[in-house]
């Protein structure tokens, strides 16, 4: 087939061929020209898999259980999805994170896609990239697809935008319970995991975070009572257990409509920061009494305020 | 006066009247119905302020580095703002923050503004509110702002979006070196500062540091090479020399024209993120067609494609 016909590509994917999965991928991840036509290809798509964002400061483990997951799902007869998200630096495009070799268990296996995606800090993060990426893995037929975070920043906390169950995962003896709370990402988890568990540390990391938990309450996801659970991913202990409470928290979702409500808020999202994106991109072609270069000088000047320059860009769409 | 004179405000603003400081950085952060007003009456106010952002992961001493900065800039005898943001979850607006107690040192220095200010993670993050904040402090006099992040998050990148001058803390045996390459705040840093000198470990920081450093190479800043400077904030030692890097920065960027690239750039952005704030307002008033909560459903039951959507909410404008 063509490289880049697209209708192909999709019909490639849904036979769960990996070349038409990745070729895909890339079209949307490159915002190439044909990325409409893939996301019109794909809407009718079904919205089957079980999207599971997995966050967490650096060093808690995030890659190692990213992989026991994988391999739990396999030993079930899963297809799996695999994202991994690169929080790459907005200035330069970042060129610090070559470092990565991960998933070598994995990379031979035809039931497991892995695929890593920058998420390049432009408008909208993670909610106007990597939805398209999802799409493209429940295409292909995969039961489960696991969206990691790497290193720190926003994407912590966009990921439970994205996802249907947001795991957080902890270490033991990193002050994680604190800096959690502090950056919010405890508010997000809908199963915690505390990881490293044959280290010191471990059972006061868990109840730190039980206290911690007890005292944010319910997260408006019903009845759900965020659990956490304690794994060794490098051994797999507890990585079974792990699986089976997002497969709980799955059932859950769908159990009391949430699973529902949180794909239309994500699609209301992802619609939204779709529609700034090509805003932003009408605001920078804007000329004469609208030119932005033009007003931000106005500005500096003391000529006019961002309020008046802003106004001025809106009236001009 | 009467409370919300606006004028009057920025009149005693400019005075130096903490009341009318204080009143105005409220203004601005409710985003009350007098903002724009607050906006407009700012407008001429000189951009004389050095904006220095402060950023680094929690537990290298940012509020105590900071606290020893306005030691120092308050024995010359210089005027300072102090803006601490907190990156607030954007989920619950976040009460999980409330142990802070900080800068008491300074609480009565009529010489010292002090302001707390959550980010909220609104579209546009610190570029839509900040910026409003450091305008008040500039008319009132400050010679110095120092803008500083509590915890992780996008705002310890936004931070280089908003400051002239970008520090970035280390602390020793916190493998800060690599996790901070990961988060790309070392591509953001004009001057890095191991705090916490005195404990193991900070020498081989500052090797591994100057390194990383070595490899990313220039900024963009002109001739301008990032430098190291060793502190103990807790003591004072090392503040003066940071202080002197931090005004040198400054002069190199007033004598490379780069100061007027950063702030025009900065103006740009914030009048950008108004203009698009009140996109998205009027994209959720959209109605029939546009309106975005049907999208939304559409595009979960597969009826339409997300770009499709999109377009409808733009075309709707």
Redesign the interface.
């Known amino acids: 087939m063509p490289a880049d016909d697209v209708a192909a590509l999709v019909a490639g994917a849904v036979e769960g061929q990996p070349r038409a999965v990745a070729r895909l991928i890339s079209l949307v991840e490159d915002r190439s020209p044909k ?2 036509e893939v ?2 290809a ?6 089957r898999a079980h999207v599971v964002g997995i966050t967490g400061s ?2 808690v483990g995030k890659s190692t259980s990213t992989s026991a997951l994988v391999g739990v799902l396999r030993a079930a007869g899963r297809r799996v999805g695999v994202l991994a998200v690169d ?6 495009g ?1 060129a ?2 070559g470092d990565r070799i991960r998933m070598q268990d994995h990379a031979t296996d035809a039931g497991v896609y892995i695929r890593s995606m920058a998420s390049r ?1 432009h ?1 909208g993060g993670l909610s106007a990239s990597a ?2 990426a999802l799409r493209v893995f429940d295409a292909a037929g995969c039961d489960v697809v696991l969206v990691e975070t ?5 994407s ?2 966009e990921i ?1 935008g994205i996802a249907d169950t947001t795991l957080v995962l902890l270490a033991p003896g990193m ?1 994680d319970g ?2 959690a ?4 990402i ?3 988890g809908d199963i915690f995991c505390v990881n490293k568990a044959d280290r010191d540390g471990a059972n006061s990391t868990r109840r730190e975070l039980r206290s911690v938990l007890s005292m ?1 309450g319910d997260d408006g996801g019903g009845s759900w009572k965020p659990s956490i659970v304690m794994t060794v991913a490098t051994t797999g202990q507890g990585v079974e257990e792990l699986l089976a409470r997002i497969d709980a928290h799955r059932e859950h979702l769908a159990a009391s409509g949430e699973l ?1 409500r949180r ?3 994500r ?2 999202r ?3 920061a ?3 994106t ?3 991109q009408r ?1 920078a072609h804007l000329s004469g009494h609208a030119d ?2 033009d ?3 106005q ?2 000047e ?10 001025r ?2 009236q001009a ?1």
């Open positions: 990325l409409r996301s019109a794909l809407a009718s798509t079904a919205g650096p060093g929080p790459t630096s907005p200035f330069t970042g610090l994170l800090g408008l939805p398209q790497v290193g720190v920043g926003q912590e906390i439970a002050g604190i800096q709370a502090k950056a919010g405890l508010e997000i944010t529902g794909r239309l808020a699609a209301r992802e619609i939204e779709l529609a700034l090509e805003v932003q605001f932005l270069d007003l931000a000088r500005v500096v003391g000529g006019t305020d961002p309020f008046a320059a802003a106004d860009l809106v769409l």
